[in-house]
Antibody, heavy 118, light 111 residues
Framework: EVQLVESGGDLVQPGGSLRLSCAASGFTFSSNWMHWVRQAPGKGLVWVSRINSDGSRTDYADSVKGRFTISRDNARNTLYLQMNSLRAEDTAVYYC???????????WGQGTLVTVSS | QSVLTQPPSASGTPGQRVTISCSGSSSNIGSHYVYWYQQLPGTAPKLLIYRNNQRPSGVPDRFSGSKSGTSASLAISGLRSEDEADYYCAAWDDSLSGPYVFGTGTKVIVL
């Protein structure tokens, strides 16, 4: 069974940093691109970032470019999102999602809440 | 921030058919497949439709998708109380908005 479990969400002050993790199981993690998607309270889904299967290619939404870094450790089956220079508008539930051929983002984690506030 | 436009809400009584529209452009829906996600209250999104009209295993055939030009739609037939949720369309996008864009979301209310 495919499982994605996010962790690392917390309350952080503006300008602070946080690292999110997404532990994957039930599939060959090293074969799939992975994504981060966020959802501000009461708002819709917004794509944040993606990384290819071996970590050599990454893409970011303009709103996080230069502040967030996506990475992965295929030996540990874990996806990461390093978030720096956090702003109030980064407050959201962050989901990791698997990208599979044909079906695209087919499995999602339960999400982890990041709150940026003083 | 959303590139794909959906109506904020749609409603129907049990057993009725409800349709949700998703409007995009040539850089997304016009040149790529459309995906639909269902988000039940307090839960993560779940893939409902892929490649315009394909259902993953386990998704009831009451859900169907279609696409025409730069628009797409999701239909729910035989509406049930458990279908009350938020629904999002999505597509790959070739513009600076991309690479993956979501719709504004539609709340389906079962009366």
């Amino acid at each position: 069974e495919v499982q994605l479990v996010e962790s690392g969400g917390d309350l952080v002050q503006p300008g602070g940093s946080l690292r999110l993790s997404c532990a994957a199981s039930g599939f060959t993690f090293s074969s799939n691109w992975m994504h981060w998607v966020r959802q501000a309270p009461g708002k819709g889904l917004v794509w944040v970032s993606r990384i290819n299967s071996d970590g050599s290619r990454t893409d970011y939404a303009d709103s996080v470019k230069g502040r967030f870094t996506i990475s992965r450790d295929n030996a540990r089956n874990t996806l990461y999102l390093q978030m720096n220079s956090l702003r109030a508008e980064d407050t959201a539930v962050y989901y990791c999602a698997r990208d599979a051929p044909v079906v695209t983002l087919d499995y999602w984690g339960q999400g982890t809440l990041v709150t940026v506030s003083s | 921030q959303s590139v794909l436009t959906q109506p904020p809400s749609a409603s129907g009584t049990p057993g009725q058919r409800v349709t949700i529209s998703c409007s995009g452009s040539s850089s997304n829906i016009g040149s790529h497949y459309v995906y639909w996600y269902q988000q039940l209250p307090g839960t993560a999104p779940k893939l409902l439709i892929y490649r315009n009209n394909q259902r993953p295993s386990g998704v009831p055939d009451r859900f169907s998708g279609s696409k025409s030009g730069t628009s797409a739609s999701l239909a729910i037939s035989g509406l049930r109380s458990e279908d009350e949720a938020d629904y999002y369309c999505a597509a790959w996008d070739d513009s600076l908005s991309g690479p993956y864009v979501f719709g504004t979301g539609t709340k389906v209310i079962v009366l």
